[in-house]
């Protein structure tokens, strides 16, 4: 998450439009602040834009604040594209009214869910700490609280930060999946068909393969959350054979077909519906020809 201020995408593009049905949609940049505007053609909406939502790299969403309400964009921009489109949430929901059409009232669950999974120190439970969050993903957010910890180094003794490498697959799974949707979120919500392929956690649960005392198939083993996302799918080779090989302690079948490029085959890319993106599908299948997306 990024302030108005601070966002490159707000930054690059000073004036972004898009027109849906009666409603003409504008960003536009005005010194440091990015104002967002929506019209009828007799009113007017104009709010300033308080956070972007993603660093762009499928896409970004604007949060806005109006009578102490938040709202998300019923706009957003999409990398592919370079502009906007309708918000996923909000592509099958016709507004009823310009407030509406500005955006998607965000009750005090969803305003506290969004801003702690994007945000640190943003507040305990549905309590808001604007004032001393800080926007975007810190030390703090997945170690704990670092002051005694950076304290500690002066006096020669640093108070141990929450480690999380030593914890199985499925304790890796929850902790991840508290942001990144677990399986028992997902699959005790309503069906959500394709769009669940968004949700890593979810999926890779549901693999055949999966096994929530392995910690070979944990989240951090194939990701360093400190380093950028590696879309080098031959690089992540190793860490499926760790499993599908002969001897050691390979415990699962190796591939009949080929032993690169793993998940090339068996963790396909999955075009979402409004996202203009293609989406890694964390569900590892044998993938046939034609068959359906499975829930």
């Known amino acids: 998450m990024e302030t108005s201020s601070e966002c490159g995408i707000l930054k690059a593009h000073p004036l972004l439009t898009f027109k849906s049905g009666n409603y003409s949609y504008r960003i536009e940049r005005k010194g440091d602040q990015s104002l967002y505007s929506v019209t009828d053609g007799v009113q007017t909406i104009t709010v300033p834009v308080g956070w972007a939502f993603g660093l762009g790299q499928a896409g970004q969403t604007y949060v806005f604040e109006r009578d102490g309400r938040f709202y998300e964009?019923?706009?957003s921009y999409y990398k592919a594209i370079d502009g906007l489109d309708i918000t996923m949430g909000a592509i099958n929901q016709a507004p009823l009214d310009l407030l509406q059409a500005a955006g998607r009232e965000m009750g005090k669950l969803d305003s506290a869910q969004c801003f702690h999974c994007h945000a640190s120190n943003a507040g305990e439970g549905l309590h808001l700490n604007l004032a001393?969050?800080?926007?975007?993903?810190?030390?703090?957010?997945?170690?704990?609280?670092?002051?005694?910890?950076?304290?500690?180094?002066?006096?020669?003794?640093?108070?141990?930060?929450?480690?999380?490498?030593?914890?199985?697959?499925?304790?890796?799974?929850?902790?991840?999946?508290?942001?990144?949707?677990?399986?028992?979120?997902?699959?005790?919500?309503?069906?959500?068909?394709?769009?669940?392929?968004?949700?890593?956690?979810?999926?890779?649960?549901?693999?055949?393969?999966?096994?929530?005392?392995?910690?070979?198939?944990?989240?951090?083993?194939c990701h360093d959350p400190h380093q950028a996302l590696n879309r080098d799918e031959a690089s992540y080779d190793s860490k499926c054979l760790a499993c599908h090989a002969e001897g050691g302690k390979a415990t699962l079948r190796r591939c009949k077909v080929s032993k690169n490029n793993?998940?090339?085959?068996?963790?396909?890319?999955?075009d979402m519906p409004g996202s203009h993106h293609s989406f890694t599908d964390h569900q590892i299948r044998i993938v046939r020809l034609h068959e359906p997306y499975p829930e």
Request: glycine share 8%.
């Open 73 to 75: 964009s019923r706009v």
């Open 132 to 221: 001393d969050m800080v926007a975007g993903i810190d030390c703090d957010r997945c170690h704990g609280p670092s002051a005694d910890h950076i304290a500690g180094f002066k006096t020669g003794k640093p108070v141990a930060m929450k480690k999380l490498t030593d914890g199985s697959a499925e304790q890796m799974n929850v902790f991840c999946g508290g942001c990144h949707r677990t399986w028992d979120e997902i699959a005790t919500g309503p069906k959500l068909g394709i769009a669940n392929v968004r949700f890593q956690a979810y999926r890779i649960t549901n693999s055949k393969c999966y096994d929530s005392a392995d910690a070979r198939i944990s989240c951090t083993t």
């Open 262 to 270: 793993c998940a090339s085959c068996h963790m396909p890319q999955i």
